[in-house]
């Protein structure tokens, strides 16, 4: 069996920030992130400090790989609450030599004085949520930024780093799939090196999952055109020599987020903020942990000692189950050694060859991905192989 001490390195290490804040609540999301008038960020660095000043002894000297400021909407974070993070994690470990930093950005809270605030500070990656290049679409949706104001943002972010990713929402309220093949060969002149092209989806608890229960949500695209829109968006990207690394992803060779990919290979990343998540392997037990959602809550826990809520070990077939949902996601898929490693069980030959003989999955010596057809449905897959 692996050594569940070592098991995390197949992904790397990471460390996620959670910034709770926006400026409006979109109506489509579900992320934890709440609207304020006045913020404290003198509070919030000492509680992110404080924070991270009990790391684990056991996670204390790893490498760290990649650090990732998401929300909310980060570029609400004073470029010096940023850096205090950065230089604190730098005290605690050894940065990689090509360490990457990200910080999600929306472009009604950007300016330029901000971004070369970040890049001085050690930011050396912006992730945009634009979400359309149409206004109308982007009233639609609840932003609070116009198409001018976002691509003026998108090239202030090119001219301080290196690395910028935008965000694209389709299937759109409205939205033909030769619409979208439009938008997305904009977004394509426009794109450096990495793009993140959602399918809208309709959440419980949310203004637009509200909507739609009273039957107020109209003009959604039938499920077929949506598939239609997941298919272009494929062929489209990879013949502009952007294909998709994961089911939302694409980018060109050697550009995919590091951080993304510490999730999806299964790595240990340690999550600090309000509703952080993280996955951490202390003494060859890997533990799940959650932080209080609320942002009063988890500051007034930080004062107490500690903003988590959950720090739950994992079964080892908990976390070979986790390793193959998260691996599937990626085109390059998952060491199926690995997977039995963890498990203590071998996959079923006859599932595989039936998902296989199906076209929804393949398989190269070890390797287990699914095909482009497969990541539509990827939930079927896993039923398929997973179910007892």
Not at 122 to 138: C, F, K, P, W, Y
Not at 180 to 197: F, G, T, Y
Not at 249 to 278: C, F, T, V
Request: aromatic content about 8%; some cysteine; charged content about 25%.
């Amino acid at each position: 069996m692996t050594d569940l001490v070592d098991d995390w390195r197949n992904g790397g290490f990471g460390l996620y920030v959670h910034w709770p804040f926006c400026q409006a609540k979109c109506p489509y999301c579900d992320f934890n992130s709440h609207v304020t008038a006045n913020i404290d960020q003198k509070q919030w660095v000492e509680a992110y400090l404080q924070e991270l000043a009990r790391t684990p002894e056991a996670l204390r000297g790893r490498v760290l790989n990649t650090i990732f400021f998401g929300g909310g909407t980060p570029s609400l974070m004073h470029p010096d609450t940023v850096a205090a993070v950065i230089d604190a994690a730098r005290d605690i470990w050894p940065f990689a030599n090509d360490i990457e930093i990200s910080l999600e950005a929306n472009p009604g809270s950007v300016e330029a004085g901000r971004f070369a605030g970040y890049r001085d500070a050690g930011v050396n990656r912006i992730s945009m949520g634009i979400q359309a290049l149409n206004d109308e679409d982007l009233r639609r949706l609840g932003r609070i930024h116009s198409v001018a104001e976002a691509r003026s943002a998108f090239d202030i972010a090119r001219d301080c780093f290196d690395r910028v990713s935008f965000d694209l929402i389709y299937a759109r309220q409205g939205q033909t799939p030769q619409a979208w093949e439009a938008e997305l060969q904009e977004a394509l002149s426009m794109a450096v090196d990495h793009l993140s092209l959602y399918q809208l989806t309709i959440e419980d608890g949310t203004a637009f999952g509200d909507r739609y229960a009273r039957g107020k949500l109209r003009d959604l695209p039938s499920d077929d055109s949506a598939a239609d829109m997941y298919q272009l968006t494929q062929d489209i990207c990879t013949a502009h020599g952007m294909p998709a690394y994961e089911v939302s992803n694409h980018a060109r060779p050697g550009a995919e987020s590091r951080h993304n990919k510490i999730y999806w290979q299964y790595g240990d990343y340690l999550g600090i903020g309000p509703g952080a998540h993280g996955r951490i392997t202390i003494d060859g037990t890997r533990y799940a942990t959650e932080t209080y959602r609320a942002p009063g809550a988890w500051l007034d826990a930080v004062a107490r000692g500690s903003g988590e809520t959950m720090r739950d070990p994992l079964k080892r077939e908990e976390a070979a189950v986790e390793l193959l949902m998260m691996g599937l996601r990626l085109t390059e898929g998952v060491d199926i050694s690995r997977y039995e490693s963890l498990a203590g069980i071998t996959l079923e030959k006859e599932r595989l060859d039936h998902l296989a003989n199906m076209g929804m999955v393949a398989i190269s010596g070890q390797r287990l991905r699914a095909t482009d057809q497969g990541r539509a449905v990827l939930n079927a897959i896993l039923r398929e192989l997973l179910v007892d």
